[in-house]
């Protein structure tokens, strides 16, 4: 079994700053890309940032130089710096992680339980 688990999160006033991590667990070989999406009720759930286990990353253009995702392999952790934090960017943000169980060849995408990041104007 694999597991994420998210956490960070809350509200924050327009303009200031928030930080989300999210560490995996269990029985993982591998770990692939580590990415952050986010979801506001009634819309389809979009990519955030990603990061490869090399340390290339890439963002959607709405949170282009406001956020800044890392991870830290070792420890299998996958963070995300959030600053000069607007409104639209309140939903609910969900940690993915494509993993190599250690009990199989191929790989599985794993979802966090998500969590709650309001900005408030």
């Known amino acids: 079994q694999v597991q994420l688990a998210e956490s960070g999160g809350g509200l924050v006033q327009a303009g200031g700053s928030l930080g989300l991590s999210c560490v995996a667990s269990g029985s993982i070989r591998r770990i692939d890309a580590m990415t952050w999406y986010r979801q506001v009720p009634g819309k389809q759930r979009e990519l955030v940032a990603s990061i490869t286990s090399g340390g290339g990353t890439n963002y959607a253009d709405s949170v282009e130089g406001r956020f800044t995702i890392s991870r830290d392999n070792a420890k299998k952790t996958v963070d995300l710096a959030m600053n000069s934090l607007r409104p639209e960017d309140t939903a609910v943000y969900y940690c993915?992680?494509?993993?190599?169980?250690?009990?199989?060849?191929?790989?599985?995408?794993?979802w966090g339980q998500g969590t709650q990041v309001t900005v408030s104007s």
């Open positions: 993915n992680a494509v993993v190599q169980p250690t009990y199989s060849s191929v790989t599985f995408s794993y």
